[in-house]
């Protein structure tokens, strides 16, 4: 497919002033464009950024002014997560003004390869171990995209190489144009269906990460065990697959070793600083990343040697009396709640939150592993009803720590203690991380706490 007509940019209009928005205000200023910003919602901080940028805020306009503001410029740039049936879209369709994401703009002005990833998990993860090998590599590598770091931010860094974008749904979906050399769809599960129309408009804007693909150049990476994943593979492109042993994968385990799709053993399983299965894909998938965009095999090996995971996805964090207590705060789907109860035999289970439109009645398929349930937040009713009659249930509606207490009751030598909430962190946190931190606090506030160093 060939890149889309764009004509002349003057003036461009930024729905949304967060992170991306401020960062991509910046960037269109910073090259002449004229920018107005809109937000419904905006915070005294915000208004603070704007005015020092100079750009003109304008807090949650009438239809009539929006179709107006639309109206007047030349392209139209929302934020990631503005849902799909917001009026924005619908007002840039009539008024026949292109809209563009983040990954448009920067590919606008600058061309140098990107390696994307995405998926409904672990897209984070594989970012940062992707980074990380090609900067052990001597390559100039960058996270970016659903970071901290917006692309069309960290292009302004003339000495970066290789961008590694975390290419989230919200991104993808509201993308014209994006053409990775190397693209990574590592599972897909139901998610932001609070953002998304449907499902299907889900899937689509994550198979886009393979659509725009250069048919000679371009390397696709997909996971060989999700039917979903295979079946949006685009046939003009070479794609490998990544999976655990007895998968038929290009990239597998093969008798106790990570083997590359040329059966070069990478490193054995017993070398990994952790080895549940989804530590396993996650380090193939990354690999074989990393290798296609450069990475030299010893660079990947010292990254898998060294990677211990990331603050809050399955994190360990000590035991007590015989109990590991660990910390998945970032698991905010049930398929992320159903990946992480794969690495135990015999777990008390924390989960709910804020649900994100999703179904968490597939989480009472897993007993066992799970042998008790602590049901927290608002979505704690459902969470009770998909365990309902399987195992012994607990509803906590004060806190993490009262919820932290309770496990500890229900908890029994040989068990694991997993905060993996398949839900959002609003009801009670400001962040998946500050519940994770809070649990964290609660946990080593329990007489007869032991790190790992400890024991």
Same mark, same amino acid.
């Given at each position: ?90 007002? $840039?369709?009539?008024?026949? =003004?292109?809209?563009? +994401?983040? #990954?448009? @703009? %920067?590919?606008?002005?600058?061309? &140098? /390869?990107? !390696? ?42 003339? $000495?970066?190489?290789?961008? =590694?974008?975390?290419? +989230?749904? #919200?991104? @993808? %979906?509201?993308?014209?144009?994006? &053409? /990775?050399? !190397? ?273």
């Amino acid at each position: 497919m060939d890149a889309p007509t764009r004509g002349p940019l003057r003036s461009a209009l930024v729905f949304g002033f967060g992170v991306t928005g401020r960062a991509v205000a910046t960037a269109l200023t910073s090259r002449g464009v004229s920018v107005v910003a809109v937000d419904e919602h905006p915070t005294d901080v915000i208004r603070a950024e704007a005015a020092s940028m100079g750009v003109e805020l304008v807090e949650a306009p009438s239809p009539q002014d929006l179709t107006r503001l639309v109206s007047g410029c030349d392209l139209v740039v929302p934020s990631p997560g503005i849902p799909e049936s917001h009026p924005i879209f619908g007002v $840039a369709e009539a008024e026949g =003004v292109a809209i563009e +994401s983040e #990954f448009d @703009l %920067a590919d606008r002005w600058d061309s &140098r /390869p990107i !390696v994307a990833i995405t998926g409904t998990d672990g897209k984070t993860t594989v970012t940062t171990m992707v980074t990380a090998m090609l900067l052990a590599s001597g390559i100039r590598s960058i996270a970016c995209g659903n970071t901290e770091t917006p692309l069309v931010e960290a292009i302004s860094d003339p $000495a970066i190489e290789v961008f =590694v974008v975390e290419a +989230s749904s #919200f991104r @993808l %979906a509201t993308t014209r144009w994006f &053409r /990775p050399s !190397v693209a990574v769809w590592l599972n897909f599960a139901p998610d932001h269906l609070d953002a998304h129309v449907s499902l299907s408009s889900y899937e689509s804007a994550k198979a886009s990460i393979w659509k725009d693909l250069d048919a000679v150049s371009g390397v696709a990476i997909a996971s060989a065990t999700d039917p979903v994943v295979l079946a949006n593979r685009n046939p003009e492109v070479s794609t490998l697959t990544f999976g655990g042993a007895g998968t038929n994968a290009d990239a597998t385990v093969s008798d106790g070793w990570l083997c590359l799709p040329d059966r070069t053993q990478l490193i054995a399983v017993d070398e990994l600083p952790r080895s549940f299965p989804h530590d396993i894909t996650n380090a193939l998938a990354a690999s074989v990343a990393a290798l296609a965009a450069g990475a030299t095999v010893e660079g990947v090996r010292h990254t898998l040697r060294s990677f211990r995971g990331l603050h809050h996805r399955m994190q360990y964090i000590g035991q007590v009396d015989g109990v590991r207590w660990y910390d998945d705060s970032k698991a905010t789907t049930p398929h992320a709640v159903e990946t992480a109860l794969q690495a135990f035999d015999s777990v008390v289970l924390i989960a709910g939150g804020r649900n994100k439109g999703l179904d968490l009645a597939a989480l009472g398929a897993h007993v066992p592993p799970v042998r008790a349930v602590v049901a927290i937040g608002e979505a704690a009713t459902e969470v009770h009803k998909a365990f309902d009659g399987r195992c012994e249930i607990r509803v906590i509606e004060t806190s993490i720590a009262d919820a932290v207490a309770v496990a500890a009751e229900l908890s029994q030598p040989g068990d694991a203690v997993l905060l993996s909430p398949g839900c959002t962190s609003f009801d009670w946190f400001t962040s998946y991380g500050d519940r994770g931190d809070q649990f964290t606090d609660a946990v080593r506030a329990l007489r007869g706490f032991m790190t790992e160093e400890a024991q």
